[in-house]
Structures are given as structure tokens and as C-alpha cells.
């Protein structure tokens, strides 16, 4: 894979103190992406980009909760000031609380509903500006399989929020024209913190055993870097990806 759409490139990583976000922050940065990754755990952002500075790699870590705008405003602005341009947004921080319905966890449908829609919209919202002042730039979200097929009993409300994110993403893709790219990744599953989201104790052990046939988090990695690596005529929309042998 071409690397020489990467380099160079300033990349914002939401939820980027774990999983698919580190691993991502950690693979283009050895393309030589300047990485600024943003999450709510300070302390780990900061031993993450300790380690990529002192094998001399660009980053910088931005504390962040996606569920807040101006916190989202706030970060994009101090990227943009700090690198002086944005290019790639990836919008990764997720929940994945998984309960039937009938349990009724309606503060994690909440919280679902607040991350991994609103956040993704909040990272748009302020992207958006400065991506057609520079006339260029590339938003990458991150949906899920369970945004191609419901994943149900269980994951009912997380579908629906990673099908509003596919959705999201087209419509944005539709509205972008040759100002930006859009990309939408679709992970099935794939180790992160993701699968331990669920308050449901039954829920969470079930997705626990489901996920012993996981991926490595740089699978998706690997992924999104396909899709920044491309020309700037070329937009890879949607990516799917999941374990060989996962049948859902």
C-alpha cells in the first residue's frame, strides 16, 4: 500500500486512548501522519504520545468527551492551530451496551445515542469549516456490520445508532461534492473496550464469548489507512471487515 497520501498529514482521532483509535493513531503515524489523538483518559493519551515522539513521530494528545460540542469545537480549533491545518477526521469513540430491550437500560440507550450519533455529528459540525476553507479534508466514521444487519436480541439500540452513522455518512458523501471524502467503517468484531459497554451482566458475558474470535484492532487500522492513501480523486465510501470465520 502507497503511503505518499499519508505523510504529512494531520490526522484527529477521537476515542483515541484504546483499541481501534490507539492502533490506528499508531499505524499512521508510522506512515507519518502528525497524529492528534482526543479522548476523555488524559493520562493514557499522554503515555501514548510519549511513545510515538520518542520514536521520533508527530502527535499530540487533546482531552476530550465527544457528548460535549464545545469540547468538540475546542478540539478541532486547537488541532487546527497547533498543525495549522486538519485533514483527517476519524470519528472512532463508541459505546456498544448491549440488552434486549425488554431490560429497559434507557440511560445506556442514551448514552449510545449521545456518543455514537451526536458525537459523530458534533465532529462533522466542526470539521465541516475547515474543511471547505481549505477546500480538502476526509471524514472517516466508524459504523459497524451491526449497522448493515440488526444485531438483535441485544444489540437492537446499537444498530440503530450504527445505521444512523452508515446513513450520516452517505448523506455527507452526497453533500461533500470534490471538497472532501467520506468513508464509512464497518467493523464486525475486532478487540477493543468496545465489548465490555454493556451494564447488563448476562449481555456482557455473552459478547465476551462472541469475541474470542476477534481481530487485532490494526486490522481496521490497516483499513482506514487504505482509504487516506488513496489519490485525492478517489473516495473509498464504505469499508467492511470482519473475521473470517464471524458468520453475522
Do not use: C
Not at 429497559?104 to 458525537?119: Q, Y
Not at 471524502?181 to 464497518?186: A, G, L, M
Not at 451494564?199 to 487500522?221: C, H, L, N, Q, W
Amino acid at each position: 500500500m502507497t503511503t505518499d497520501n499519508i505523510a504529512g498529514k494531520v490526522v484527529l482521532i477521537t476515542g483515541g486512548s484504546s483499541g481501534l483509535g490507539e492502533a490506528t493513531a499508531r499505524y499512521l503515524a508510522a506512515q507519518g501522519a502528525k497524529i492528534a489523538i482526543a479522548a476523555r483518559r488524559r493520562d493514557r493519551l499522554d503515555e501514548i504520545v510519549s511513545e510515538l515522539t520518542a520514536q521520533g513521530q508527530t502527535a499530540r494528545a487533546y482531552t476530550l468527551d465527544v457528548t460535549k460540542r464545545s469540547e468538540v469545537e475546542e478540539t478541532v480549533a486547537a488541532v487546527t492551530r497547533d498543525f495549522g491545518r486538519l485533514d483527517v477526521l476519524v470519528n472512532n469513540a463508541g459505546l456498544m451496551a448491549i440488552a434486549p430491550i425488554r431490560k429497559l437500560m434507557v440511560d445506556e440507550w442514551d448514552r449510545m445515542i449521545d456518543i455514537n450519533i451526536k458525537g459523530v455529528l458534533y465532529g462533522v459540525a466542526a470539521a465541516l469549516p475547515v474543511f471547505e476553507k481549505q477546500k480538502s479534508g476526509h471524514v472517516i466514521n466508524l459504523s459497524s456490520v451491526a449497522g448493515l444487519k440488526v444485531f438483535a436480541p441485544g444489540g437492537t439500540v446499537y444498530s440503530g445508532t450504527k445505521f444512523a452513522v452508515r446513513a450520516i455518512s452517505e448523506g455527507l458523501r452526497q453533500e461533500a461534492g470534490n471538497t472532501f471524502r467520506v468513508t464509512s467503517i464497518e467493523p464486525g468484531a475486532v478487540q477493543s473496550e468496545l465489548k465490555s459497554g454493556s451494564g447488563d451482566t448476562d449481555s456482557r458475558k455473552t459478547v465476551e464469548e462472541f469475541y474470542k474470535m476477534a481481530i487485532p484492532a490494526d486490522s481496521v487500522a490497516r483499513a482506514i489507512a487504505f482509504a487516506i492513501s488513496q489519490p485525492d480523486d478517489v473516495d473509498i465510501n464504505e469499508i467492511v471487515l470482519r473475521p473470517t470465520r464471524q458468520e453475522f
